[in-house]
């Protein structure tokens, strides 16, 4: 089945440090990723997605120069929490969607991180 | 506007079957899918419907009405490994995923 990794998957800083989370996907091609937030016992909150080769498209409310996100590959994103204060703890989660298959629909997630900045 | 609602939580016991619930509203819809998460942990794929009907994987089992805007997810000869948040998201006409806030489900021997 179709893989994904994230790393690392947790996290400590000091307030006002950047911090950055890679998303690996190991078996399959990822012309897309998607990156979501996810605070306790809410569901999942898509900040961005990430096309390979072009722009971000970020959601409504999500600042795009402090999550800064390059999809350089077809297996590789990395989102930078620039800057990141407390209220910027949360679980980030990372998901691929295999631009090769057939059914190309579903995504697969990474572990997730946990950041949590003190 | 866009809506997914599920039950916040139910409680079944070790050996049952319990079915959990999904009612969308959407603009468009480009399939529905059920993802299983444990705490403190991403969530897991465990189906994709498209069409009308049940789809059968195991001990897990996944019925769509498009025409009702409702899918429920069956499990059965539950296990305590069960316990865990069940997630339903609808693909939207953008092939945007809309989640629903989760059913934590907890089992109980």
């Known amino acids: 089945g179709a893989v994904v990794s994230q790393h690392p998957s947790r996290v400590i800083c000091k307030s006002g440090t950047s911090v950055k989370i890679e998303c690996r996907s190991l078996?399959?091609?990822?012309?897309?990723m998607f990156w979501y937030r996810q605070f306790p016992k809410q569901s999942l909150m898509l900040m961005a997605t990430?096309?390979?080769?072009?722009?971000?498209?970020?959601e409504q409310g999500v600042e795009k120069d402090k999550f800064l996100i390059n999809h350089a590959s077809l297996t590789l994103s990395t989102l930078t929490v620039t800057s990141a204060h407390p209220e910027d703890s949360s679980f980030y989660i990372c998901?691929?969607?295999?631009?090769?298959?057939?059914?190309?629909?579903?995504?697969?997630f990474g572990p997730g991180t946990r950041l949590t900045v003190l | 506007g866009q809506n997914i609602d599920q039950p916040t939580e139910m409680t079944a016991t070790e050996g049952a079957i319990v079915q959990i619930n999904c009612t969308y509203q959407t603009s468009g819809f480009n399939g529905l899918f059920w993802y299983q998460q444990h705490a403190g942990e991403a969530p897991t794929f465990l189906s994709y419907?498209?069409l009308d009907g049940l789809e059968e994987k195991g001990r897990f089992s996944s019925f769509l009405s498009r025409s009702k805007g409702y899918s429920y997810l069956l499990l059965k000869e539950l296990q305590m490994k069960d316990s865990a948040s069940y997630l339903c998201a609808v693909l939207d006409s953008n092939y945007q995923l809309i989640w629903g806030a989760g059913t934590k489900l907890i089992i109980k021997p």
């Open positions: 078996d399959f091609q990822a012309t897309t």
């Open positions: 419907n498209v």
């Open positions: 990430s096309n390979e080769g072009s722009k971000a498209t970020y």
């Open positions: 998901s691929a969607r295999d631009g090769l298959a057939g059914d190309s629909v579903a995504q697969y």
